[in-house]
């Protein structure tokens, strides 16, 4: 069975701050992707990364897909209040569509 | 254009019960997925059907089926319904892999 870590669970910062969040897996995955939800909405795509090592930047997001394709990490720059949301990470098996999501971390930023 | 789009938003039913969701991909999309999220919680699999095919099926019991039309557009049945099938189901979309797409889903309250 495929498990996805996801840390922390909750972040809360002030806007302009970093944050990080990280997820965590023993399983290789195919592709992973990068989801922000928001209450009462389903999750909205925000990346997917392939290549083991991968660095994809989506305007002050930054994504990193580990070179054993075991991990990833989600890096938010100068945070602002419109960043509040639930993230999701999710991996994908080399078949099938099957996603396997993470807990989620739920980041509050503070104006 | 339009995104994935299900339907109803928001359901309440009582224990015993059925229920019939309902799903319609992004024009072009031949694969339609589903997911359980229990309040909390990250996405859990259940279904996926390409070409009105089943491909994958997650741990789910025979309680829960579905079926893809052949616009392409998808159900999602569930029998006897328990007070732990409370959730919000989302449908996701995708060309036939990835990246998917997610609807806003359907809140389903079991009383």
């Known amino acids: 069975t495929q498990l996805l870590e996801q840390s922390p669970q909750f972040l809360s910062i002030q806007e302009g701050e970093n944050l990080t969040v990280y997820c965590n897996s023993s399983?290789?995955?195919?592709?992973l992707q990068w989801y922000r939800q928001e209450p009462g909405e389903g999750p909205v795509l925000l990346v997917t990364?392939?290549?083991?090592?991968e660095v994809k930047k989506l305007k002050r997001l930054t994504f990193q897909f580990g070179d054993a394709r075991k991990d990833s990490s989600l890096h938010i720059t100068a945070a602002q209040p419109g960043d509040t949301g639930l993230y999701l990470c999710?991996?994908?098996?080399?078949?099938?569509?099957?996603?396997?999501f993470g807990g989620g971390t739920r980041v509050l930023v503070k104006p | 254009d339009a995104g994935v789009t299900q339907s109803p938003t928001h359901l309440i039913k009582t224990r015993g019960q059925h229920v019939t969701l309902r799903c319609s991909p992004i024009?072009?999309?031949?694969?339609v997925s589903w997911y359980q999220q229990v309040l909390g919680q990250g996405p859990q699999f259940i279904f996926q059907?390409?070409?009105?095919?089943?491909?994958g099926r997650g741990n789910f019991p025979d309680r829960f089926s579905a079926r893809q039309f052949p616009n392409y557009s998808s159900e999602l049945n569930v029998n006897a319904l328990l007070l732990g099938d409370s959730a919000l189901y989302l449908c996701?979309?995708?060309?036939?892999?990835?990246?998917?797409?997610f609807g806003d889903g359907t809140r389903l309250s079991i009383l």
């Open positions: 399983s290789v995955f195919s592709s």
């Open positions: 990364v392939v290549t083991g090592g």
């Open positions: 024009s072009g999309h031949k694969s």
């Open positions: 059907y390409y070409e009105k095919e089943e491909r």
């Open positions: 999710a991996g994908a098996p080399a078949a099938g569509n099957k996603l396997t």
């Open positions: 996701a979309s995708s060309l036939g892999g990835q990246p998917q797409h």
